[in-house]
T-cell receptor, first 111, second 115 residues
Framework: GIQVEQSPPDLILQEGANSTLRCNFS?????LQWFHQNPWGQLINLFY???GTKQNGRLSATTVATERYSLLYISSSQTTDSGVYFC?????????????FGKGTLLTVNP | GAVVSQHPSRVICKSGTSVKIECRSL??????MFWYRQFPKQSLMLMAT?????????EQGVEKDKFLINHASLTLSTLTVTSAHPEDSSFYIC???????????FGPGTRLTVT
């Protein structure tokens, strides 16, 4: 099956810093989503981005489908940005809609 | 829009009993729902895919007789953990897709503790 690798596994920042999270995948995809899992376990949809670039406030994401990677940018980080960020993908050509998740990046933003 | 709820948010049950978890799409019709399991400090692992009106498709290694899934309507899927054991303690999360879309929306999760 498709492989999804996220880096770095852990990231510690001071409030106000910027960061880039990476997601590499091993096959072509027609769905790529970024999520933030908050301390209560809720997965928050950040971006649905199988290709191209999107921005939402301090967050933006870029997926280069031909090179099989996606980047999540967090600018001016806040303590509330802390949590685990997951990338999940669905390979193209599949007969179902299921997602494969990476292992996540644990982000800690210190005040 | 695209809100998914789960009930209960947490449940404690005794070993050997069964527990049912509900997943509802509140403002859309979900042709497909998914059930995931997450152990502490780990990623989400897909357990099964649930399509309205048909039998669920289970991932390899997931016991279908232990984890019963019913998708009786376009807004409700249920997961029943039968004869629960302490090793079934976990965080269970459901998700749903809108018809014609690949994007998944996730519920808030249910924390199951089996004593």
């Amino acid at each position: 099956g498709i492989q999804v690798e996220q880096s770095p596994p852990d990231l510690i920042l001071q409030e106000g810093a910027n960061s880039t999270l990476r997601c590499n995948f091993s096959d072509s995809v027609n769905n790529l989503q970024w999520f933030h899992q908050n301390p209560w376990g809720q997965l928050i949809n950040l971006f649905y981005i199988p290709s191209g670039t999107k921005q939402n406030g301090r967050l933006s994401a870029t997926t280069v489908a031909t090179e099989r990677y996606s980047l999540l940018y967090i600018s001016s980080s806040q303590t509330t940005d802390s949590g685990v960020y997951f990338c999940a993908v669905r390979p193209s050509g599949g007969s179902n809609y299921k997602l494969t998740f990476g292992k996540g990046t644990l982000l800690t933003v210190n005040p | 829009g695209a809100v998914v709820s789960q009930h209960p948010s947490r449940v404690i049950c005794k070993s050997g009993t069964s527990v049912k978890i509900e997943c509802r799409s509140l403002d859309f019709q979900a042709t497909t729902m998914f059930w995931y399991r997450q152990f502490p400090k780990q990623s989400l692992m897909l357990m099964a895919t649930s399509n309205e009106g048909s039998k669920a498709t289970y991932e390899q290694g997931v016991e279908k007789d232990k984890f019963l899934i019913n998708h009786a309507s376009l807004t409700l899927s249920t997961l029943t953990v039968t004869s629960a054991h302490p090793e079934d303690s976990s965080f269970y999360i459901c998700s749903a897709t809108l018809a014609g879309s690949y994007e998944q929306y996730f519920g808030p999760g249910t924390r199951l503790t089996v004593t």
